[in-house]
């Protein structure tokens, strides 16, 4: 039966953009939700490798493998959709291991893996022996035509430490096993995301390691290697550096398989396929966002209407840590208030949901914390992170949840708030004002501390708040920025003097101009910017004043 997808394909990128499609898979395991823990019906199988498809992807690591499912009929829904099989986890019994490899041989796939080190660790004794046995599986394996075997990590093989016992050097069981199997038959698939929360620098830890390391389980999340759990999120949205574990590792790795145990959707899947796809065209995103402050809420008191364990209190929701949480009762309604010790004009409210949320909800705002008022309401949450902007005044604020989405209570990981002390007047908008100002004004003209990214923000934010920079551009390099972003209601003469003033303080900010530097006719750099500035800002400056500078500022930037 042919599924029907709800998702749709990400756009293709550019050649050199990101990996090639060939290099890209996902562990089924991201669907675990769906596929359940056994072997699936074909029509659920169907479905979700149809999703999966139209994610984007053209290759798959199955779990559980092999199924129960003759091999001809998994292929031919393999085939239906265009994928191929990169490598799987399943079963390493020695009694069932012929008949995993010659599934993984029927399939094609390069690959014959498990979801640990297929033995145990917990000594050095106990690690070298399950070497010798994944070495002796590998071998099999080899001999029959298949790959090699892949051992994929958790925290405990990188955390589980003793003494090696001719050197004495203490070392990893991932180490024992890696120093104790032969590359010929046995390599690894690096779970980036768990070695990251055991405390690994991942980047490194490749360069070391790399021509033993063929696969990587491509993982993002929040809250690694801190109090609480780490918290897997879509790729790059987390607070795994990516892009330098990719680069540390394309001349070692064969695939580059995402996964993200029990995704919440399929759309989820599409993001992070365009991730490993286009990261190089996406730049990052943005490269600044609206700084609005802390939470009001965080640290504030809590009272909820239960919790469903003891260390799954209200405080944890309002903790600042994204790995701690508050979990209600299994009933509704339910709900959790926070004391923000004064009242504020609200004008935000963020809800990290954990997989517990709540399909339907209000929230609600109190002076006094007895009476409730009503300032926004959800009827269709779809759980994950719900970011509502509202209006209301209240020194309380509740989130009162209504309907359950799940067979559990509600759970959350954060609860944030955000607004104004009441009554306040509002910052007024800037005006409208040249480059000369700007420059001034942002840059601290006799203390320039800011980086090249922030030094871009603000003249992003300046250039979206003022008709003065009236054109929407890449700021991907200096030499962007330089050419747009500068005053245009000039005459040509003064336009080449604000470029060259902001070429000279973007120089400054990318560390190639230091102020201390000495410019020709005495002075320094710094002395040549500040009455730059000066002159700029003088409406009783002349074009003969404004030039000299202009050239002298275009010498300092020529040279650079």
């Not at 145990?120 to 070497?131: C, L, M, R």
């Not at 799954?312 to 309604?333: H, I, M």
């Not at 747009?484 to 101009?513: I, K, P, T, Y």
Request: with cysteine.
């Amino acid at each position: 039966m042919a599924s029907t997808p709800t998702t749709t394909a990400a756009q293709e990128c550019g050649e050199g953009d990101g990996l090639p499609d060939s290099k890209i898979s996902i562990q089924l395991y991201t669907h675990v939700g769906e596929l359940g823990s056994g072997t699936p019906s074909p029509e659920t199988i169907d479905r979700v490798l149809g999703e999966v498809a139209n994610a984007g992807f053209t290759n798959v690591e199955p779990f559980n493998q092999p199924y129960s499912m003759p091999v001809d009929d998994y292929k031919a829904i393999l085939d239906r959709y265009g994928l191929e099989v990169s490598s799987s986890h399943g079963s390493t019994d020695r009694g069932t291991w012929p008949a995993t490899v010659d599934y993984a041989v029927a399939l094609g796939q390069d690959y014959i893996g498990t979801g640990g080190m297929a033995g145990n660790y917990g000594t050095y004794e106990e690690a070298v022996a399950t070497a010798a046995y994944v070495n002796e599986l590998g071998q099999y394996a080899h001999e029959h035509g298949a790959g090699k075997i892949v051992l994929h990590n958790h925290q405990s093989e990188f955390t589980t430490r003793y003494a090696d016992p001719e050197t004495g050097e203490t070392v990893s069981a991932w180490q024992v096993i890696e120093e104790n199997t032969d590359p010929r038959y046995v390599t690894f698939e690096l779970d980036v995301g768990w070695a990251a929360d055991a405390g690994i620098d991942v980047p490194a830890w490749i360069e070391e390691y790399g021509d033993r390391i063929e696969l990587l389980h491509v993982k993002d999340a929040v809250n690694v290697n801190a109090e609480g759990d780490m918290r897997q999120v879509a790729l790059g949205s987390g607070d795994i550096d990516l892009p330098a574990i990719i680069a540390a590792s394309e001349p070692y790795v064969e695939y580059y398989t995402y996964e993200w145990d029990n995704a919440p959707s399929f759309e989820t899947s599409a993001e992070s396929y365009r991730y490993l796809r286009c990261y190089l065209a996406d730049g990052g995103g943005d490269v600044c966002e609206p700084d609005d402050g802390p939470s009001l809420a965080l640290g504030r008191p809590v009272t909820t209407s239960s919790i469903d364990d003891p260390t799954r209190t209200g405080d944890k929701a309002v903790d600042g840590n994204a790995g701690t949480r508050w979990g209600s009762q299994w009933s509704e309604p339910e709900w959790i208030a926070v004391d923000l010790g004064a009242e504020y004009d609200l004008s935000r409210v963020v809800i990290d949901w954990e997989t517990a949320y709540a399909s339907g909800y209000e929230i609600q705002t109190s002076p006094d914390g007895e009476t409730w008022t009503t300032v926004h309401t959800v009827a269709d949450g779809d759980g994950f992170f719900d970011e509502i902007d509202l209006s209301g005044t209240g020194r309380h604020v509740r989130l009162y949840a209504t309907e359950r989405a799940t067979q559990w209570g509600f759970s959350l990981y954060e609860l944030e708030v955000y607004g104004t002390p009441a009554g306040a007047e509002p910052t007024p908008e800037p005006e409208t004002r040249d480059a000369g100002y700007w420059t001034s004004e942002y840059r601290q003209v006799r203390n320039p501390d800011h980086t090249t990214d922030e030094l871009e923000c603000f003249l992003s934010a300046t250039r979206a708040r003022s008709d003065v920079f009236d054109e929407v551009v890449d700021l991907t390099t200096l030499d962007d920025a330089v050419q747009v972003l500068w005053a245009r209601h000039h005459d040509e003469r003064v336009d080449a003097f604000d470029r060259q003033l902001l070429g000279a303080w973007l120089n400054v900010a990318a560390g190639s101009v230091a102020l201390s530097d000495r410019v020709r006719g005495g002075g320094t750099v710094g002395d040549l910017l500040v009455a730059a500035e000066t002159a700029r800002l003088d409406e009783d400056s002349t074009w003969r004043e404004l030039r000299g500078y202009k050239e002298a500022l275009e010498r300092v930037n020529a040279g650079h």
